[in-house]
């Protein structure tokens, strides 16, 4: 399976200094040009810690860039006319629409316009969770790695947050 993944779950795996989930994931594992300039070059003009933490992940072939075509997509065209997308979000859902992959984003326009294309997603807790339960890290580091994303602004519902705390106790 290949995973096309968007800005939101970078940015706060990287500010809870928890990128090596990726890994845990097959490959490949992709970003477009267009997330990678918006998470990685805007990031570090600005200095973000987690900036420089992604383009490390870059350099380490853990993620892969991509240009994505937007010209040659029909789901594209759709998509940029979509008032609740940025052209970020637009590429992450092209993209993984041309590469029969999953998109991983957490905004709920970005989810919604992926439904209606047919393109799957999931969610950085997805990631999260993914990898407690394929033993690649402990349930204790799961809930502690949520913590640390929401501790640095990730925003999680409550009802869902405690829905989180429960799979991931599931797991011990």
């Given at each position: 399976?290949?995973?096309v993944?968007?800005?939101?779950?970078?940015?706060y795996?990287?500010?809870?200094?928890?990128?090596?989930?990726?890994?845990?994931l097959?490959?490949p594992?992709?970003?477009?040009k267009?997330?990678?300039h918006e998470?990685?070059?805007?990031?570090?003009?600005?200095?973000?810690d987690?900036?420089r933490?992604?383009?490390?992940?870059?350099?380490a072939?853990?993620?892969?860039?991509?240009t994505?075509?937007?010209?040659e997509?029909a789901?594209?065209?759709r998509?940029q006319?979509?008032?609740?997308?940025?052209?970020a979000?637009?590429?992450v859902?092209?993209?993984?629409?041309a590469?029969?992959?999953v998109a991983?984003?957490?905004?709920s326009?970005?989810r919604?316009?992926?439904?209606?294309?047919?393109?799957?997603t999931?969610?950085?807790?997805?990631?999260?969770?993914?990898?407690?339960?394929?033993g690649?890290?402990?349930?204790?580091?799961g809930r502690?790695t949520?913590?640390?994303m929401i501790?640095?602004?990730?925003?999680?519902?409550p009802?869902l947050?405690?829905?989180?705390v429960?799979?991931?106790?599931?797991?011990?």
């Open positions: 399976m290949s995973w993944l968007d800005a939101t779950p970078l940015i795996l990287a500010k809870a200094e928890q990128l090596d989930i990726i890994e845990t097959d490959e594992r992709v970003v477009p267009a997330v990678h998470v990685v070059t805007a990031g570090v003009e600005r200095g973000y987690d900036a933490r992604i383009e490390r992940a870059v350099e072939d853990l993620l892969d860039i991509v994505v075509d937007l010209d997509s789901v594209a065209d998509l006319r979509h008032p609740g997308l940025s052209d979000d637009v590429a859902l092209a993209c993984a629409d590469r029969d992959a991983v984003m957490d905004e326009a970005g919604s316009a992926a439904e209606v294309e047919g393109i799957e999931r969610g950085t807790a997805y990631l999260v969770l993914s990898a407690v339960k394929r690649a890290m402990t349930p204790e580091r502690e949520i913590d640390a501790d640095a602004g990730w925003y999680v519902a009802d947050y405690t829905k989180l429960r799979k991931l106790e599931s797991f011990e």
